[in-house]
């Protein structure tokens, strides 16, 4: 036995902790975790899904925001002239998009581009400065050109540069014909803006003058600059002495700008400055415009908004329907089930084309409904089987427990039974279920319209697959026109799968704790 | 399920029948609207719906459209001077091989009347019975008097049995040809195409699949996972335009799209299957993604139960557990999966072939919804039904088959 080597404790040291106090539930001093903030952990863990969640965010944003500053509106007249002009975006000084597209030019088309910009600076007849001038101009196409290469073409052996060439510029000038009135508002316009629109007329009938081409301002044999002699020019010499113009002068020998046409004048405009002075800003389209001449960005942010708007429609209509269909189903069973198990099996084996077609058909060209309801109603035909068949199980599941007994033997209804006691267990499944609609519409919606289904290309409404059915035609040389769109599409589909497959293990609680 | 597939076709049939169908103008009016009476499209829906399932069923002699080049004579004797025809009654026209053969009386398959004007010429030529029809008729006309002749030449058109199903006759697509002939002569690219995207894509579907399981948390693993992603979310027509323009505009290496049957020598041919690779590949990309998803689900699983420990107890290599063992009790739920993929082999993509231009039943499936053609519309959609109906019912079926455990219909 061990001494006791302890010194006792003074009885009046002792207290009681709780005399003449009543005990009560404390309450806890840690946040409880619910079911839908457990959800919200586990989502946040997954790397992939809150990215696709970021992209979808600015996906959304970017449809929401774009057509309220964007400068060109949807249904609007577009300037054909500047269709098919590829992608342009500098935000101060840091090019994103140059609104390039790369040629392989030769001296005679090189020079032609470049004195657009020696024209515009109005820098001709300066000798070896005037190359130079033109070259650095701002209207000049010619964004970047290389050394000469040595390309067979045809069995020729050709001098060629690889260049970028700006497609804006390359527009350069164009005749216009205006009344007396509209050229008063272009003189004034051209004061107020500080800058030049109108340029001297060309002699349409010497040297080469072309009444078409606004831009062969210099003298020229067959697009080959010539000098006074009359002899052409190479690039050197054209570097060295610049461009020989070959103005309209009157017979006191000054600039002609405007030519009478009956009771019209004819122009030749620097398109540039014109299509600034005519809408206010300069042409630049984010993402391009397309073989209309509409912006694509304005119209992408338009067809999105007509696809979330469908799918987010048919994606609640599905939730409700297919929760209160499921949950009838579910709880009363027997021959209801049966019954209505027979007719989602007839509407789920009916394709969706056929759907698609008849109330397009019926609805839609007899002018009972528009294009998108008649649309939106058949995608609600079908959409909702999916939810209802997973309502369906989970009451299944749940129908026959315990607690279901305890509440039915305290006298609650039915429709109690149903929403209140059943239908929570269920509304993760549901969620995710009715978030995976969303893409399954869209991409249903843009191959319908791609296909010519539906037409959903009036002047307001725009859809992701008309754009692209547009741009088809011109794949091979304007390829942005189609691939944007169809690039937005396959990042939306991803996002949303990658979202879909976060949410579906967010909201299984069964994998809590499994990848930890 | 048959109550299934009538009930779509009764809605489909009675709501395509109801659309308004534009009414012909022009010369060729009367004849057409005499044609469609013919065809009993006039009837009320429900009446036309009647005869429909009834010639399905029962008639032996199904509707059909048969085109011979025909030689008629008149009186035995033919001419190649070009003179007028007068005072003619009627025309008895037969094939011309029954003139050929014998001297004896030819089965007269059809009469054209000649009731009209003086004298005739080939539009005045026109059958009594408005389902037979001349097409580019290339008549030589002799002035008829006592035993004189007549000789004419032409392509000879009528509605004969069809080897096929009953299913009604089209009118824009292919005029007044049966509906079955129609969709079975679409088939062959379609199968095609789509046999061969299974062959490239259940392979290495399934080889990356196994791979993944194999690997499980490994780069490999997740490399194989981001294609999965997103070869299963990006739409398949996406895919093609991408496929298009790098592989065919900018690289060059194959054909933008199919070639025609002439160009290739046959449909099949090395030059056409060349030519199909980007639809191929198009639609593979996504079965190879989804069997890789689904193989590696499953095998997974598989490999992480408790056999697999006492495979491996009893002292079998990892490699033998896992062939003997994981992968074939992995195996039991692709299977049925692989049946019923075989069977949408006839179930051609729409848009995929019209992206890359394949004349296949999608393609004739969307131009009969352009045309609008009605018989033919109600022919493709019947099609698209039973193909999904039958693939699901062999699924199912296949997995009672194939695992014994599983009893279908059982309490």
Redesign the interface.
Known sequence: MAENNYTPISKDRFRFVQQNEKIHDKALKTKPIGYFKDAWIRFRKNKASVAAAIVLAIIILYAIIVPFISKYKLGAKSDMTYKKMNPELIIGKTVIFDGGKNMSLNDKYLMYLVSIGVNAENAEGKGAESWNIGYESFYNPVLKAGEEEKVIEDGNEVYKRAARVNTYQLIGFQYLQVSAAELQKILDGEKEMQTQILYPLIDENNYGGSADDANLWFRNDRGYPINEAGQRMTLEDVKANGYVDNFLRDSNGDLVYMKTVGSMYKIRVLYYNYYRYEEGHTPSFVFGSDGGGYDIATRMAYGLRTSFILSVSVAVFCFIFGAIFGAIEGYYGGWVDLLLERLVDILWRMPLYIIVTLFQMHLVNTGKASVLSGLLMAFCVTGWIGTASLVRTQFYRFKNQEYILAARTLGAKDMRLMFRHIFPNAIGTIITSSVFVIPGIIMSESTFSYLGIVNLNSRDTVSLGTMMADGKEFLSEYPHILLIPAAVIALMMIAFNLFGNGLRDAFNPSLRGADD | MV???F??LT??FC??K??QSEIPLGKEAEAELARREALGWDKPVLEQYGIYLKNFFTKETHTGVEEHTLTFTYNGRQTTKKEVLTNIKEIRVSKLEDFDSDKKTPTIDGVIDVTGPATITAADLKFTNPLYQIENPDVYIATIGEGEHFYMKGNFMKVVDSPLFDLGVSLRVAYMKPVASVIAERMPPTILVNVLSILVGLPLGIVLGIFAALKKNTWIDHVISVII??F????S???A??L??FLA?KLGWFPLVMSSKAEAGGLFTWKMIYSLMLPIMASAFYEIAYFARTVRAELTEALTSDYMLLARTKGLTQSKAVVHHALKNAMVPILPIIIGTFLNIMGGS??LE??FAIPGVGDL??KA??G?DYDL?VGT?MF??LI??LG?LITDLSYGFLDPRIKMGER
């Open positions: 109550l299934t597939f009930v779509i809605i489909t709501l395509v109801t659309l992603v997103i299963i979310s990006v739409p027509f996406v895919l335009f991408f298009q323009y505009f729409m848009i019209r992206i499936t969307l919804l352009q609008p519309f959609a698209y039904t999904g109906l699901g």
